[in-house]
């Protein structure tokens, strides 16, 4: 079915989760928002992730997919009345195209259920269970097509738009950016002028070994560089075991935050230092200096946009050290 841009005027793009696949979607609006400057151009993204999106000059809508919400009720007849009043909602918004960036049958039954009559998708090889066959517009990548941004951005050929460089407006937020300045200005730390390390990942098998970050952050510290642990949920007992005893103020636990908080934490820092995570997929949007540790997933397809280096998760924390010394910007 050939799409008629002429009749295209509101818009959805649907990329639920996670943290790090989400940062990677925003090129996707970035370019329909230059190719349709007065369209209405709404995303639909998870509660839990909603925030990154929010200060995001040109989104006319967030359309908040609640799954923390839904998880807590009991009552399945909650669920499924939640369920189908989103399905209203969604139906209501009359979107005459839809981009599936995520390509699961999650995702792809909310573009099916909004009933527009186009919803492009990712095709073979990237599509996921059964969203081929609920969106009517796959998108077949080139093999030599490695990046995930990029096979995102190839999504819209579909409509006529022509890859180009991806664009990341995570504009500073004053709001995040002021409990993020004085927690620096208790902490005696200047902006640019710590390394901000991230020990945790998502799955367990893409995290370098807590010692290995302690050793990092001992040798950083005996440098001169001041260490920030980031603050991860959960995890406070960890992150206390991995700080030595004797390390005072050169080495701390980051403040609590929430995404745009983090967003401003990782602005503010020297160097940013973590796996295949959230976080540092924003230091590569953000053009900030990092060193990303991979193992069993591949740089080429999910490493930050920009990065200093990329290390083996197999790499001694001397070699890394050297690499965040010869990168580091403070």
């Given at each position: 079915m050939k799409i008629d841009l002429d009749k295209i005027e509101r818009i959805?793009?649907?990329?639920?989760?996670?943290?790090?696949?989400?940062?990677?979607?925003?090129?996707?609006?970035?370019?329909?928002?230059?190719?349709?400057?007065?369209?209405?151009?709404a995303w639909a993204i998870q509660d839990n992730y909603a925030p990154l999106i929010?200060?995001?000059?040109?989104?006319?809508?967030?359309?908040?997919?609640p799954r923390h919400r839904w998880k807590e009720m009991r009552s399945n007849w909650n669920k499924t009345t939640e369920a189908l009043r989103l399905a209203r909602r969604l139906r209501m918004r009359r979107f005459d195209?839809?981009?599936?960036?995520?390509?699961?049958?999650?995702?792809?039954?909310?573009?099916?259920?909004?009933r527009a009559p186009h919803r492009i998708g990712h095709g073979q090889g990237e599509a996921?269970?059964?969203?081929?066959?609920?969106?009517?517009?796959?998108?077949?990548?080139?093999?030599?097509?490695?990046?995930?941004?990029?096979?995102?951005?190839?999504?819209l050929t579909a409509l006529g738009i022509e890859i180009s460089e991806p664009r990341f407006p995570l504009n500073p937020d004053?709001?995040?950016?002021?409990?993020?300045?004085?927690w620096l200005r208790v902490h005696?730390?200047?902006?640019?002028?710590?390394?901000?390390?991230?020990?945790?990942?998502?799955?367990?098998?893409k995290e370098w070994p807590q010692q290995h970050f302690t050793r990092l952050a001992?040798?950083?510290s005996q440098t001169g560089y001041r260490v920030v642990f980031s603050w991860t949920p959960g995890k406070d007992e960890q992150l206390k075991q991995m700080i030595p005893a004797n390390a005072g103020n050169k080495i701390i636990i980051g403040p609590q935050t929430d995404i745009p908080e983090l967003v401003e934490l990782i602005r503010s820092a020297g160097i940013c230092?973590?796996?295949?995570?959230?976080?540092?997929?924003?230091?590569?949007?953000?053009?900030?200096?990092?060193?990303?540790?991979?193992?069993?997933?591949?740089p080429e397809r999910t490493g930050p946009w920009t990065t200093s280096g990329i290390v083996s998760l197999d790499s001694e924390p001397e070699i890394v050290g050297k690499t965040v010394q010869q990168a580091y910007s403070g």
């Open positions: 959805l793009i649907v990329r639920l989760s996670a943290l790090g696949d989400c940062v990677a979607s925003i090129p996707v609006f970035t370019a329909l928002r230059q190719r349709f400057p007065d369209k209405h151009i929010r200060n995001i000059p040109g989104i006319d809508e967030i359309i908040v997919f195209l839809v981009v599936d960036a995520q390509s699961n049958t999650k995702s792809a039954t909310l573009s099916f259920l909004t996921k269970e059964i969203s081929q066959w609920l969106n009517n517009h796959p998108v077949n990548h080139p093999a030599d097509m490695k990046h995930i941004i990029i096979r995102n951005l190839n999504l004053p709001f995040a950016q002021r409990p993020i300045l004085e005696d730390l200047s902006e640019k002028g710590y390394c901000l390390l991230f020990p945790f990942c998502g799955r367990r098998e001992q040798e950083l230092i973590g796996g295949d995570t959230g976080p540092i997929q924003i230091a590569g949007a953000l053009k900030m200096p990092n060193i990303a540790l991979f193992g069993p997933t591949y």
